[in-house]
């Protein structure tokens, strides 16, 4: 059974999977865990695994019984030192980080500690798997300043390259395909790295891109970057703006406005793709776009559904089925990617605040009371 094996799937973080969806589903299992999952699950088809801002938990697939915890070393403070990211799963460790900058590595059978580092200061990000080895932002020490940038670690938490780049990063994650890493930073430049040496092959510099204000000339954090068909999605100012870069040149192919067409404003939420179109919600509203060209192909209205706002920045695409959560509402959906209305819902008692993960035929996901569902094809 193919695995999910870290955010987005992969490296990539082009979270696709061609098999189809069947609907109706179901919820097969639901777990209750201590603090709210704000990040996605990843699983190795035989356990799920999921940080909530207290833990990581390991949870049994097919019942949904908690195989293991492994707690945080303090109590959680939401904007210093929880887990907001997602976990990363290697050669039988699962590797995460969390709001103060500390890396950890368990191992996926025990949970039991492997190694803990905050020589780096990996600040809550969905770390990277690529070709063994573990990709992050993160900060050392120069002098008696921090200087930011990215690294690539081995597997016994052995910095391999570091390379600094200016300007604090604000993303998730970075995406990875073809040995180049794609990340980007607040100072509004978006940088294509060699993952074998950490050298820039290449700059895009977005600022001109969006409107002339300091919020608009930064890079959006978290949900995209996501490498798919030799283009690089991501955000551009903020929620709203959408850019494809080209892989191999980081020259930007088109730029798009959630909002341009709608007649209010609006934030492109749960941002997914295929190998031929993006989509994206924004509130009770679906829409896809052609990836090589940026051109609007199709806008849905779901008024009926009584969807409201998403928190969630990512989206996954299961088939001919596009899944979004959403806080405003407590539900969860699947769309028609062909006409761009929902097929299925699930309403529960917290808000969705990011995306799914495919596993089965069904998809698990989290929500801000620390329930874990998944969902299956039912009757």
Not at 124 to 137: A, L, M, R
Not at 208 to 221: C, F, G, H, Q, Y
Request: aromatic content about 10%; hydrophobic content about 40%; charged content about 25%.
């Amino acid at each position: 059974m193919a695995g999910w094996f870290s955010r987005g799937r992969d490296s990539t973080r082009h979270a696709f999977e061609r098999s189809p969806l069947e609907l109706p589903m179901k919820k097969i299992w639901e777990t209750k865990v201590s603090g709210a999952i704000l990040a996605p699950a990843v699983t190795t088809g035989r356990g799920i695994f999921i940080c909530s801002l207290a833990a990581l938990y390991k949870i049994d697939a097919g019942t949904g019984t908690v195989a293991w915890e492994y707690p945080y070393r303090e109590l959680p403070k939401p904007q210093i030192n929880s887990l907001k990211s997602s976990p990363a799963i290697v050669a039988n460790r699962v590797v995460f980080t969390d709001m103060a900058g500390t890396m950890y590595c368990v191992d996926e059978d025990t949970g039991q500690t492997i190694w803990v580092t905050d020589e780096f200061s990996a600040v809550s990000d969905s770390v990277g798997i690529y070709d063994g080895k573990v990709f992050s932002n993160g900060r050392r020490l120069k002098g008696d300043r921090e200087e930011p940038g990215y690294l690539c670690l081995d597997l016994d938490g052995k910095m391999i390259w570091f390379r600094d780049i200016s300007g604090p990063n604000r993303t998730s994650a970075a995406a990875i395909a073809d040995g180049k890493l794609v990340c980007e930073h607040k100072n509004g430049y978006v940088y294509g790295l060699d993952v074998e040496h950490g050298s820039v092959m290449w700059t895009c510099d977005i600022r001109a891109l969006v409107d002339n204000t300091k919020l608009m000339r930064e890079i959006s954090p978290l949900g995209v970057p996501i490498i798919t068909s030799d283009f690089a999605l991501l955000r551009i100012g903020d929620y709203r703006n959408l850019c494809a870069l080209d892989l191999q040149s980081g020259e930007v192919v088109w730029t798009h406005v959630s909002d341009q067409y709608m007649g209010f404003v609006g934030n492109a939420d749960c941002v997914a793709a295929d190998d031929r179109r993006v989509f994206y919600t924004m509130r009770n509203l679906f829409r896809s776009i052609d990836l090589e060209s940026g051109e609007i192909l199709l806008t849905a209205d779901n008024r009926d559904r009584e969807l409201g706002g998403s928190r969630a920045l990512a989206g996954i695409v299961v088939g001919h089925h596009y899944i979004a959560g959403f806080n405003m509402s407590q539900k969860v959906a699947a769309f028609n990617v062909d006409t761009g209305m929902v097929e299925w819902e699930f309403t529960g008692e917290g808000g969705f605040t990011d995306e799914a993960t495919y596993f089965d035929g069904g998809f698990v996901i989290g929500d801000d009371l620390g329930y874990v569902r998944r969902f299956a094809t039912g009757s």
